[in-house]
């Protein structure tokens, strides 16, 4: 991996022109993406029909994947993948559950009520990747808060294939899914956030996707909600001399191989390991079966850095605010409160990426491109919204209306005023 060394501030100023050349080469797909979503906006369905055969070379017969079809994968599912898909659901259920938010109601000034309701978005469209591999683990992470939430109506999207892989069917029907449609990439969003003559509009969009994926939720915001910019898989190791090298390196190629634009990060204060790492990925990309993949993303977008101090460590690692981030050191839990910016965190030297990726039930839909500064990972927050509510008896009104009608000749509007004097002089 390309190896960067010096002050903190000259690290940091690499690192910053690393991305403002990433955001660069972004401008062509803001364009494509969106050319797509106006197409899709205008012809539907036939727009959608088009691009399944440009860019996944095929177009479904129908784009809604039949009960029958469905039905079929239960029956063609290797019954060690459906096993563990229900291990991996139980988990992400019993994870997701502590995050479930209750209303409340105030009731401690006279004749006066104030609460704060909490109610489940009506439809949701997730969208779960599926160009260049299957997401049967991204179905879980999408769908299963979102049934805690209490969605009623969940759309998913998803890529065509000529044979899906049966564990992508069955986690959406364990997990309670309403309607899969093959669509994928941009042109799902699209088709999402406006609707089509099959496909419904929904009211938010969730779930994780390539480039053209992440650029689309990003220009259809607003339009319908996002959960976040998911974009392609980002990993960023602390690690010192007490990590073991072998298994940092094949923690940086497990998400490097999801994308040539994945980012992989290693940030240490000993030289020996950085060495050692990267003698590690030589060897084992020999033989990833996606070595191809990964090798163009640790060639490109792969850095280490090598700092001093653990400060260092921390501070570079703050600025990068990855997507994963491992702290492979001993007593990795004390490092937690160095930590400002990540969308989940993983630690210890046992405490591989891919856990989390499957199995331990925290969410694997996160952040990325620095975005972990601001969004959270995928849950149960996501898919409800918040009804503030007032009532306010005639009495209540009459002592609080001074107050009010002075608030709003300073701000110049009588007609506020007058809404509360009318009501007072009743009184
Ligand atoms: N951040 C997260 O939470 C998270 C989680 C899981 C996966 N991921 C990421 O999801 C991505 C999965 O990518 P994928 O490609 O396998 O599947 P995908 O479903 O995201 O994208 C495939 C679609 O991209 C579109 N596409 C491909 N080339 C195009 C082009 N030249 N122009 C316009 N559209 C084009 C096609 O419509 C295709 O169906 C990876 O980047 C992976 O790292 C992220
Ligand atoms: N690492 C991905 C999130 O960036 C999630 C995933 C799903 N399957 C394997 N990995
Ligand atoms: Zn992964």
Not at 61 to 68: A, D, F, G, K, Q
Not at 213 to 225: E, L, R
Not at 339 to 358: C, M, N, Q, R, W
Request: charged letters at 20%; a negative charge; glycine letters at 6%.
């Amino acid at each position: 991996m390309k190896r960067l060394t010096g002050t903190v501030q000259e690290i940091s100023d690499v690192l910053a022109a690393d991305y403002a050349a990433y955001s660069q080469a972004q401008n062509d797909v803001d364009d494509i993406v969106s050319s797509i979503i106006s197409n899709v906006r205008a012809n539907g369905d036939s727009a959608l029909a088009e691009y399944a055969q440009k860019f996944d070379g095929m177009i479904p017969e129908r784009l809604e994947v039949s009960r029958e079809t469905i039905a079929r994968a239960f029956d063609e599912i290797d019954p060690a993948v459906l096993t563990a898909l229900e291990h991996a659901k139980a988990n992400i259920e019993s994870y997701h559950k502590h995050q479930v938010e209750k209303g409340f109601v105030d009731t401690e000034t006279d004749g006066v009520v104030r609460g704060q309701l909490v109610l489940p978005i009506e439809k949701v469209g997730v969208y779960v990747p599926g160009g260049t591999a299957a997401y049967p683990s991204s179905v879980l992470m999408n769908v299963l808060p979102a049934k805690i939430a209490g969605v009623p109506e969940i759309y998913m999207v998803t890529p065509p294939q000529v044979n899906f892989n049966p564990a992508i069917l069955v986690a959406a029907a364990l997990s309670g899914v309403t309607k899969i449609y093959q669509v994928g990439g941009a042109q799902a969003i699209a088709a999402l956030a406006y609707g089509t003559q099959t496909i419904p509009k929904v009211d938010k969009i969730t779930g994780p996707g390539n480039v053209f994926v992440a650029t689309a939720k990003k220009q259809v915001f607003g339009q319908v909600g996002i959960d976040m910019i998911a974009g392609p898989s980002e990993i960023g190791v602390i690690a010192d001399a007490s990590a073991n090298a072998s298994y940092v390196a094949a923690d940086l190629l497990s998400q490097a191989e999801h994308d040539k634009l994945a980012r992989a990060i290693l940030v240490t204060n000993s030289v020996a390991l950085a060495d050692a790492v990267d003698l590690a990925l030589s060897e084992q990309l020999e033989s990833l079966p996606r070595k191809a993949i990964a090798y163009e993303s640790i060639v490109q977008n792969g850095r280490t850095i090598v700092t001093d101090t653990i400060d260092d460590m921390f501070a570079l690692m703050n600025d990068i605010a990855p997507e994963h981030l491992e702290i492979a050191m001993d007593n990795a839990i004390e490092y937690l409160p160095k930590v400002k910016h990540a969308g989940s965190i993983f630690l210890g030297h046992f405490t591989s990426e891919p856990i989390g990726d499957y199995y331990a039930g925290t969410n694997h839909v996160l952040p990325t491109s620095g975005t972990s500064r601001f969004y959270s990972a995928l849950g149960v927050y996501d898919f409800v919204k918040r009804s503030q509510f007032t009532y306010y008896s005639q009495d209540a009104v009459a002592k609080a209306s001074k107050d009010i009608t002075t608030l709003a000749y300073s701000e110049g509007l009588e007609g506020h005023a007058r809404a509360i004097e009318i009501r007072d002089e009743q009184a």
